[in-house]
């Protein structure tokens, strides 16, 4: 009792153990340098909302008037963020990409005319884009116009004295901001510019006669009127300034005149400016790129007032020596001075500003970049320090399950702020630093190089740190919005209790309780963009009045500006995280390569690297020029590999077989290889480092170097021979040193029963299938026919002596090439149930069961299967008389000899180890020869022969005794896409296996009559493909359950023991007549054939359904449950009784 009290003791502390080493791998599962291709995620979260209600269903309070203002400012608002978003994701990549990665000076002038035919349509969209544009700059002109009347006005819609519609600006100046970056796109593109003035070269050469080309002239007519009109509101420089000079006083509305709203306007303008300037700083995100709108605002001001500001100007200048550009897009940067140059007339007019403040603005451009490149290195390490802390933080408090406290909630909305805030200084600094290098025309040394990609790698670190706790982030941001907006609400509700004791109602007084009873209904929902932009409005009508106290106020739009950062944390991230510029900076990737081959133990740093170049693919799709849809991102693969290769790869391969020389080499006089004096580099950290993503492929470094090694050794040692000792001890090495499992040079001993190897099946298994045909029991796969006297056929010991000829790593090969061929033959498969003739009639036959399965005593009929089979006969034969079901039957006859290949190669497998090892007495209990030789105390050689034969032989047993399960890796492959809803119609499988059946018998008992004929072409005794077909495709699909309840075979066997009856008893009462009785004995014996041919059938079927254990989950329920009625049955029990007979 007490041995047994100490057991169980010792197996619950072994027990409690486990689970905490379980634990403690689980949690270092999940290294922080992980990094993959969020495209290839099968599922990913995105946590930004979506508002389904409307902006007329989120603004309603009892002021109509002011509902109506916020509706139409809101409304306008909303449409430029449609506008801003379209730019960006649809039409800024496909111009700045136009003539990228081609050589100017090869193309070819027809090749030019051709990029600009198929990019016309995106010329058109921007037509149209740069005219409506227009038209909601012009209306929300005239809206602010009209609200902004001044006090003496008699129209004044509602009372805006103190109003200042912020929100409102800054979209006006961000829509200014696409249509100045579609301009500098257009004018730094040369190459777009060149071709289009070609292409208009061309057009009007056509025009002038177009019978010489061939061309109708109302159509050419047509495409220059086109022309013409996307070359004056596109090229030229002219879409920014067609906008802001377009009239914008009409019989309505007075704008220029207007001086209330021209000084709400500079009011504004000014505000705006102070914000993004105060805003540089340890906490800017985005507030840089608002300096394009600025400027935009500013030249609108002057064309629409014709106010010089001279003051805001100066200031805007005063900054640009500080910043002097903002990069936009692809390589092109925005400088402030030189807009300012070319866009505001007063700067070039000396009378009314100092041109000297521009000349300043320019040059610092020069010393922008050398005080960056003077403190990028100390950049960058302050940066890393602060990303590597950051990272920790997320991986520790972020995951923490405590309780959501005030305190605890504020450190996860800082950490998340923090996280976007970095991604956006390092991506500021990185393009900024790479892109004005270009400008000014200066090269990179070769450490600011290495510190830019330095910068690279810790972005993505970001990136890869939010994808990876996306489910913890987006809990954390919903937590965090309320947490935010509790406080918002709460200030709002304090406020709005002051203003409802002050019994003085005014106009001003009701507007300011409608904007704040209209911002808590906003916040009073999910954080959706739509819902944000209506609370700031409203508060921008709110602060008209002191409703606020100071602390109060500053605490409000430090809120506000909170709630906007984290309820657009994802899009903000990736904005941040956009890694694109990189295409056009190239060739900083082989210096990054060259280094990062020279520094071993960091080489996990190339995944965050190839994570930014693949930042490029998305991009690269959206182009619209290409002659050849994808030729583009296929280019830029192949120079990216060639990279790889060219500076890591080879460089990587050739340093480890040197190494192995040396090493074996060591005892020739070398020269010194002392790590102290010639210092160490140690290659083992590229081995060890885990696949790296390249695009949609995978780079192993480990097997590239073995199969640069195996290539190398085994070409060196047939050139000579006599030094196969050398490159042996160099493959042992290989081994012990880097980890490297290399495959033996020398070929292995052959035999003369070889039969068909299996490397020549696995080349040819698509023929393979077709013209072999399998026997379920015997497990050998028979010719079908043959131009000699002889079939060929392949078993187990054939299988057996090819596995062991090439080796047992063969066997995953083989089953790799039956996946591919699986692939091909299911498409087939799915193009044939998918046919409208037969679905419909599967259909038909499944919904005519179900609603007669009771009067059919839940057995389907065999006369509708048999008529299936004969009406898809009218549909149609092939050429050599075969139906469209004879073809199905076939394809699923070659599914199921891929499977009893696979079959075949397993066993084979088992049956190679099994030789190996048949004179070992005990396998379980194998006695340890190193333990006999140290008894003996033998010499260190016969140790370690001793220790080679223990290796061996554990590894022939373990290879016995285990095994992969070929078939499991098959079903689970396959099933999800099969069982997935797209493919419905397969579930219709199931109604087409019994006409299918009698399909295969009557081709059965044509094959095997053929045998005893002198013409044998077709004949044949055994085709178990078909049943082990149909049982992997019942296992794919899941309807072993939906086929058994169909009873189908218990409706064959009374079918035939009904006739059978009838014929019998019709042959005694015609005992007299003998052409009778002649002719019932033929019809018996045809029924009895029948009858056995299904039985066989059955056997197999469920043979082979044992493979892919359905008949045994299906069993043991019966035997736990034997009141199962009919429509629940699976199988009947007599079909596995006779089953098991035939298999035992």
């Keep these: 009792d007490y041995d047994n009290v100490i057991n169980r003791k010792y197996n619950g502390f072994l027990g409690e153990y486990t689970d905490q080493l379980k634990a403690m791998q689980e949690a270092l599962s999940h290294s922080l340098s992980d990094a993959w291709d969020f495209t290839m995620d099968p599922a990913s979260l995105h946590v930004l909302p979506y508002e389904q209600a409307s902006l007329l269903q989120l603004i309603k309070t009892d002021n109509k008037v002011f509902n109506k203002v916020i509706t139409v400012l809101a409304a306008v608002c909303c449409e430029i963020k449609h506008l801003e978003y379209e730019a960006k994701d649809e039409l800024y990549p496909a111009l700045v990409l136009y003539g990228e990665g081609e050589d100017e000076d090869q193309q070819q002038i027809h090749e030019a005319y051709m990029k600009i035919g198929k990019m016309l349509s995106v010329f058109q969209r921007l037509t149209n884009f740069v005219e409506r544009c227009g038209d909601v700059v012009k209306n929300l002109v005239q809206q602010l116009a009209m609200l902004h009347q001044g006090k003496k006005s008699t129209t004044t819609i509602m009372n805006v004295q103190g109003v200042h519609f912020e929100p409102v600006y800054e979209h006006l100046g961000d829509l200014l901001a696409v249509l100045i970056t579609l301009d500098e796109i257009i004018r730094n593109h040369s190459t777009l510019t060149h071709h289009w003035q070609l292409y208009k070269r061309m057009i009007k050469s056509a025009l002038a006669d177009p019978q010489r080309y061939d061309l109708d002239s109302t159509k050419l007519r047509q495409l220059d009127k086109l022309v013409n009109r996307i070359d004056g509101k596109v090229f030229n420089g002219v879409i920014f300034h067609s906008c802001v000079t377009r009239a914008f006083d009409d019989g309505y509305v007075s704008v220029t005149r207007n001086s209330a709203f021209e000084e709400e306007f500079r009011t504004n303008l000014m505000s705006y400016f102070k914000r993004t300037e105060q805003s540089n700083g340890p906490e800017e995100i985005d507030q840089r790129d608002n300096l394009i709108g600025i400027c935009g605002l500013l030249v609108l001001h002057y064309h629409v007032f014709n106010q010089v500001e001279k003051k805001m100007v100066k200031s805007i200048l005063e900054y640009a020596k500080k910043i002097p550009g903002v990069h936009i897009v692809g390589n092109i940067v925005w400088f402030i001075a030189d807009f300012i140059e070319y866009q505001w007339p007063p700067a070039n007019n000396p009378k009314n500003f100092d041109r000297k403040l521009i000349a300043v603005a320019k040059t610092a451009k020069s010393s922008y970049l050398t005080t960056a490149s003077q403190s990028l290195s100390k950049d960058v390490q302050q940066y890393h320090l602060l990303v590597s802390t950051w990272m920790v933080q997320m991986e520790s408090e972020l995951l923490s399950r405590e309780k959501e406290t005030s305190a605890d909630l504020n450190r996860r909305y800082k950490l998340l702020v923090q996280g976007v805030t970095f991604a956006s200084k390092l991506s500021l600094l990185m393009r900024a630093f790479v892109n004005m290098h270009i400008v000014v025309g200066k090269p990179m040394s070769k450490s600011s190089v290495l510190s830019i990609c330095r910068l690279v790698e810790m972005l993505k670190a970001i990136d890869h740190t939010f994808h990876r706790r996306s489910v913890v982030i987006a809990e954390s941001i919903n937590v965090v919005i309320q947490f935010i907006v509790y406080f918002l609400l709460r200030t709002i509700e304090k406020s709005k209790k002051r203003l409802r004791s002050d019994r003085k109602y005014t106009e001003a007084r009701l507007d300011v309780l409608s904007a704040l009873i209209l911002a808590q209904n906003a916040l009073n929902g999910p954080g959706t963009k739509e819902r944000i932009l209506i609370c700031r409005l409203a ?389 340890s020869f190193l333990e006999y030789v140290n008894a003996e105390n033998l010499p260190d050689d016969t140790k370690k022969a001793a220790t080679n034969l223990d290796d061996v032989i554990g590894s022939l047993v373990k290879n016995f005794t285990e095994g992969t399960e070929y078939f499991k890796l098959l079903v689970d492959v396959y099933a999800p896409e099969f069982r997935d809803t797209k493919n419905k119609h397969l579930s219709n499988f199931y109604a087409i296996i019994p006409p299918m059946t009698i399909n295969y018998v009557e081709h059965m008992i044509a094959a095997k009559e053929k045998l005893n004929r002198k013409n044998k072409v077709g004949a044949g005794f055994t085709d178990d493909g078909f049943a082990m077909g149909v049982a992997y495709i019942l296992k794919l699909l899941d309807q072993h359950r939906a086929f058994d309840s169909l009873h189908w075979f218990r409706s064959v066997k009374g079918k035939f023991a009904k006739e059978m009856d009838e014929i019998r008893r019709s042959r005694q009462r015609g005992r007299e007549d003998e052409k009778l009785q002649q002719t019932m004995n033929l019809t018996l014996k045809r029924l009895e054939t029948y009858s056995m041919e299904f039985t066989l059938l059955n056997y197999s079927l469920n043979s082979a359904r044992i493979f892919f254990r359905a008949e045994k989950v299906i069993t043991e329920k019966e035997m736990k449950d034997s009141k199962v009625s009919d429509t629940e049955s699976t199988i009947d029990p007599s079909d596995i009784a006779s089953n098991v007979t035939a298999l035992e």
Aim: hydrophobic share 35%.
């Design 539 to 927: 508060l921008c009508v709110a602060l008209q009045m002191r409703v606020f106290k100071d602390d109060e106020l500053s605490s409000l739009h430090g809120l506000t500006r909170a709630l906007d950062i984290i309820a657009n944390l994802g899009h903000r991230l990736k904005e941040a995280c956009d890694c694109s510029f990189v295409f056009w900076h190239s060739v900083i990737f082989p210096v990054y390569l060259q280094d990062l081959f020279e520094n071993p133990p960091e080489c996990h740093r190339i995944h965050y690297m190839l994570g930014a170049v693949r930042d490029c693919v998305p991009m690269l799709h959206k182009a619209k020029h290409e002659l050849n849809k994808g030729s583009m991102l296929m280019t830029f693969k192949e120079e990216v590999m060639k990279e790889i290769k060219e500076h890591l790869l080879q460089p990587l391969c050739c340093e480890v077989e040197t190494d192995l020389r040396l090493h074996i080499h060591s005892h020739l006089k070398l020269d010194t290889r002392n790590p102290f004096k010639v210092g160490l580099k140690d290659l083992s950290h590229f081995i060890k480092c885990r696949p790296i993503r390249f695009f949609d492929n995978f780079i192993s470094l480990k097997d590239h170097v073995t199969n640069y090694l195996e290539e190398t050794f085994y070409n060196l040692t047939t050139v000579a021979l006599h030094d196969w000792k050398t490159y042996g001890e160099m493959r042992t090495l290989a081994g012990q040193k880097y980890g490297l499992n290399m495959a033996e040079a020398h070929l292995p001993s052959q035999t003369l029963e070889q039969g068909l190897d299996v490397l020549e099946i696995m080349r040819n298994l698509h023929i393979f299938v077709t013209h072999y045909v399998y026997n379920l029991n015997n497990q050998v796969f028979v010719e079908r026919s043959s131009n000699s006297k002889h079939l060929n056929t392949i078993n187990i010991d054939h299988i057996s002596n090819s596995i062991r000829t090439h080796g047992i790593g063969i066997m995953n090969t083989a089953v790799n090439y039956t996946y591919q061929l699986l692939r091909k033959k299911f498409f087939i498969f799915s193009q044939f149930l998918y046919d409208e003739h037969i679905k419909a009639r599967l259909i038909k036959d499944i919904r005519y069961y179900k609603e007669n399965k009771s009067d059919l005593d839940f057995k389907y009929p065999y006369e509708r299967a048999e008529k299936f089979n004969k009406n898809i006969r009218k549909l149609g034969l092939s050429s050599d008389g075969q139906s469209y079901l004879d073809q199905f039957r076939n394809l699923i006859s070659q599914i199921g000899n891929a499977m009893g290949y696979i079959r075949m190669i397993r066993s084979g497998g088992l049956h190679c180890c099994g030789n190996a090892i048949r004179f070992i007495p005990e396998l379980e209990e194998m006695p």
